[in-house]
């Protein structure tokens, strides 16, 4: 038989690797950061929000609209698409709390610039221009932000007065409805064809392309377009993303070249503002 004194000793040993491990956990748990604080390269939608100078809702908005991030519940999460934009799904332990962090990239991917063009309102862009000439840093971002928003709304301009010189009826929808205009920038018809056009002017150096997962994205939009405009649905109608560079990823090529094996109604053209 075991004595008591043996006993005792197992039962200490057992309350001690107890402790220890209860001990462990706790000790980890307050080494680790509970709240997560962006390093380097990493930002929230607030400091994304405040570089641009519009509030972290929009900012979230403008995210749902490109359809980088949805709602999970009460959560907001990125989407595969989100994740080739940089985003990165967080959770706080302490909190219990889902949140969304984006690599500093964002601040100049040309997609999400663009989606915030349509979300200016006249009043915010006259605060925005009534900056003090002392430029800080961060006022300096804020001008060379306004710079790609009005570039990239006078180039749909010079792209729809082409349009129109060679007798289409021009619908400026991206101006006309901003954040819902489902991708669609400008819509041209003339006698029985209507064509859906994106534009895109971007800095044909950037890194940002575009690639077969947004062709196909459009295509989905062009298609829910016509679904709820029914007085288009006997129209020839023709898809077209017309850029001011050569920023068509090799993906997208291939991708219309398959579409075009069967309809042959997308496309792509480069046409460039003539320099001043």
Not at 100 to 118: G, H, P, Q, R, S
Not at 133 to 161: M, P, V, W
């Amino acid at each position: 038989m075991i004595g008591n004194g043996l006993i005792e000793f197992i039962l200490l040993l057992i309350f001690i690797l107890t402790i220890k491990v209860i001990l462990e956990k706790k000790i980890k748990e307050w080494t680790t950061k509970r709240y997560y604080k962006p390093k380097g390269n990493i930002m929230t939608v607030t400091k994304i929000g405040e570089h641009f100078n519009i509030p972290a809702r929009t900012i979230n908005k403008i995210f749902l609209e490109l359809k980088w991030i949805e709602t999970n519940g009460k959560w907001k999460i990125p989407t595969e698409l989100g994740k080739t934009q940089g985003a990165t799904e967080k959770y706080d332990t302490r909190s219990k709390i889902k949140y969304v962090m984006w690599e500093k990239d964002i601040l100049e991917n040309e997609a999400f610039i663009d989606a915030i063009n349509k979300t200016i309102t006249p009043t915010q862009e006259t605060q925005q221009q009534e900056e003090p000439k002392q430029e800080t840093s961060l006022q300096k971002n804020k001008t060379s932000y306004k710079e790609k928003i009005k570039k990239g709304a006078l180039y749909e301009e010079y792209i729809a007065l082409i349009y129109k010189a060679n007798g289409y009826t021009i619908w400026e929808h991206g101006k006309d409805k901003g954040m819902k205009d489902m991708g669609i920038d400008l819509i041209v018809k003339k006698d029985k064809k209507i064509i859906l056009i994106q534009c895109k002017n971007w800095n044909e150096e950037g890194k940002y392309k575009i690639d077969h997962k947004d062709i196909k994205v459009f295509r989905t939009e062009g298609r829910d377009f016509i679904n709820k405009n029914e007085i288009f649905i006997n129209y020839e109608l023709h898809l077209k993303y017309i850029i001011s560079g050569d920023f068509m990823h090799p993906s997208a090529i291939h991708h219309i070249e398959e579409c075009n094996q069967d309809d042959k109604n997308v496309s792509y053209e480069i046409i460039k503002i003539p320099s001043v």
